[in-house]
């Protein structure tokens, strides 16, 4: 079965300081990848998806950048966070297939306090 | 511009009684729609789908109906339990040309299911 994990859990940083986050996908090859953020009071925002390696697309302009480095990792990263930062970090894969696939499958997310 | 809505952002029902959660979106794009459940701190959790050419789908205590003409989609949750409780995301569905889909969120409703 397919797993996907995500890390840190939380973490609070200082502005100004730099970001990376980690998304690993157990049990599949290829998936797609993708970054949500959840602002407070606010539904999921697509912030990047990939559907290869090195292949990565932004969804909306940011602070943030996001990268590709092997099949099954997908890492977001910041050099210089900004308090409009802070939220809820969620990655989300869906099968690599022909046909049209719609339903995105969720990691734990990372919660992400920029004082 | 926010293009999933969902106008409640809480509902309170009885537990052995229907819960009815609603969502309306306007981009005529989207093709196929979603429900994710959410506990706090954690991903959500794919819940139920439809697609765009069917009015309703139903699996187990939850069916989704979806009226094109109103761009109007609900999930009914009969009969409710407690453990039903948490936040409803409603999300519509548009692929990507080189692969992959872009889910869009609406902003949550918080279900609480009481004894």
């Known amino acids: 079965s397919q797993t996907i994990h995500q890390w840190p859990a939380t973490l609070v940083q200082p502005v100004g300081s730099p970001l990376s986050l980690e998304c690993t996908v157990e049990?599949?090859?290829?998936?797609?990848l993708y970054w949500y953020r959840q602002a407070a009071g606010r539904g999921l925002q697509l912030l990047f998806y990939?559907?290869?390696?090195?292949?990565i697309s932004s969804e909306v302009p940011q602070n943030l950048s996001a990268s590709r480095p092997q099949d099954r990792q997908f890492i977001l990263s910041s050099k210089k966070l900004l308090l409009s930062d802070s939220g809820f970090y969620l990655c989300a894969w869906t099968p690599d297939r022909e046909a049209a696939y719609n339903e995105q499958f969720f990691g734990p997310g990372t919660r992400l306090t920029v004082l | 511009d926010q293009q999933v809505k969902q106008n409640s952002p809480s509902l309170s029902v009885q537990e052995g009684r229907i819960s009815i959660l609603n969502c309306d979106y306007t981009?005529?794009?989207?093709?196929?729609f979603l429900w994710y459940k959410k506990y706090p701190a954690e991903g959500p959790t794919f819940l139920i789908s439809?697609?765009?050419?069917?009015d309703k789908n139903e699996d187990g205590r939850f069916t989704v109906f979806l009226n094109k003409s109103a761009k109007h989609l609900s999930l009914h949750i009969v009969p409710s339990q407690p453990g039903d409780s948490a936040v409803y995301f409603c999300a519509a569905s548009r692929q990507f040309t080189g692969g992959g889909n872009k889910l869009t969120f609406g902003t949550g409703t918080q279900l609480k299911v009481e004894l």
């Open positions: 990939s559907v290869g390696i090195g292949q």
């Open positions: 049990g599949t090859s290829n998936p797609n």
């Open positions: 439809i697609s765009s050419i069917k």
């Open positions: 981009n005529s794009m989207f093709d196929y």
